[in-house]
Nanobody, 115 residues
Framework: QVHVVESGGGLVQPGGSLRLSCAAS????????MGWDRQAPGKEREGIAR???????SYADSVKGRFSISRDNAKYAVYLQMNSLKPEDTSVYYC?????????WGNGTLVTVSS
């Protein structure tokens, strides 16, 4: 069974940067959209970044201009570069990979933005 694992979370000061990575443990047939969601304590999950198979990207207004999503199809991996981080970006970040038959979700990585 294929698992998806995020990495790169941690504690960062306001204005700082982090790069999140997400990779599958094996091959996934028919991969298409990949992306990142996040969920802050007491709030609903928010979809923040998407990238299509051909590289087309979209972002939530809350992160547009600060976050950048990219992917490596050969490695079944997706990345999230986060710049100019704010305290309100503190959340658990989840990645997903859409395959032909199912969507694979990671268990999340915590990002804390605090001085």
């Amino acid at each position: 069974q294929v698992h998806v694992v995020e990495s790169g979370g941690g504690l960062v000061q306001p204005g700082g940067s982090l790069r999140l990575s997400c990779a599958a443990s094996g091959s996934i047939s028919g991969i298409n959209t990949m992306g990142w969601d996040r969920q802050a304590p007491g709030k609903e999950r928010e979809g923040i970044a998407r990238i299509g198979r051909g590289g087309t990207t979209s972002y939530a207004d809350s992160v547009k201009g600060r976050f950048s999503i990219s992917r490596d199809n050969a490695k079944y991996a997706v990345y999230l570069q986060m710049n100019s981080l704010k305290p309100e970006d503190t959340s658990v970040y989840y990645c997903f990979i859409n395959g032909r038959d199912m969507t694979y979700w990671g268990n999340g990585t915590l990002v804390t933005v605090s001085s």
